[in-house]
């Protein structure tokens, strides 16, 4: 089945450890995108891309890192430089002929403790 | 600036009534696209509803239809009948421009049907 898978569904880690979030999808689009979601808040933009090998800082990329070395992986990594790591992480994919209506992964759950 | 705006945080609804969530958003784009999300207590976003600028006209899709009024750059969506599985914190988003695919997204609105 096509679609966006994202591991672990819960990710714990200790404070000042750098982890990482996988984002794979088997959906051929050329965009990917990582937001953040706190609770009672709408999602936040983290890191996009649009074409392997590239990519573009969101509204909250500090303390972020991203890849996109094949086009069907995103991995996004949270180092220790981001003051509140904890909350929802989502992955989105987008593509061509879609009329912008991203598809998005089930989330991973990171919580430091 | 706040680019779409939720103004309901919470609604909460007794089985078969009907359930309207207002969107206002601000865009000074002439192409833009509007989306409607729904995010069950499972976590993952699934798309609902998506109309375009150049496209006023309200529909109606099963249980769900849209009011979108680009005078007053609203586009508010109505659950008819609502069901305990509808459930569900609701986002409205915006993609300005034909080639900007990035997501502005309301802070969302907890839809709660209890039966």
């Known amino acids: 089945d096509g679609g966006i898978t994202q591991s672990p569904k819960y990710l714990f880690r200790k404070e000042g450890q750098n982890v990482t979030l996988s984002c794979e999808q088997n959906?051929?689009?050329?965009?990917m995108y990582w937001y953040r979601q706190d609770p009672g808040q709408g999602l936040r933009l983290i890191y996009y891309?649009?074409?392997?090998?590239?990519?573009q800082k969101g509204d909250i990329a500090e303390g972020y890192s991203v890849s996109r070395e094949k086009k069907e992986s995103f991995p996004l990594t949270v180092t220790s430089a981001q003051k509140n790591p904890t909350a929802f992480y989502l992955c989105?994919?987008?593509?061509?002929?879609?009329?912008?209506?991203?598809?998005f992964g089930p989330g991973t759950r990171l919580t430091v403790l | 600036a706040q680019k779409v705006t939720q103004a309901q945080t919470e609604i909460s609804v007794v089985e078969k009534e009907d359930v309207t969530l207002d969107c206002v958003y601000e865009?000074?784009?002439?192409?833009?696209?509007l989306f409607w999300y729904k995010q069950p207590p499972s976590g993952e976003l699934v798309f609902l509803i998506r109309?375009?600028?150049?496209?006023?006209q309200n529909e109606i899709s099963g249980r769900y239809s849209w009011n979108f009024q680009k005078s007053t750059s609203s586009f508010n969506f109505t659950i008819t009948a609502s069901q305990v599985v509808d459930s569900a914190v609701y986002f409205c988003?915006?993609?300005?421009?034909?080639?900007?695919?990035?997501?502005?997204f309301g802070a969302g609105t907890t839809v709660t049907v209890r039966a």
């Open positions: 988003a915006l993609s300005e421009g034909p080639n900007d695919y990035k997501l502005s």
């Open positions: 959906l051929n689009h050329d965009a």
């Open positions: 891309s649009q074409i392997v090998n590239d990519f």
């Open positions: 109309r375009n600028s150049f496209d006023e």
């Open positions: 989105a994919s987008m593509g061509q002929g879609t009329y912008n209506e991203q598809f």
């Open positions: 865009t000074r784009d002439t192409t833009y696209y």
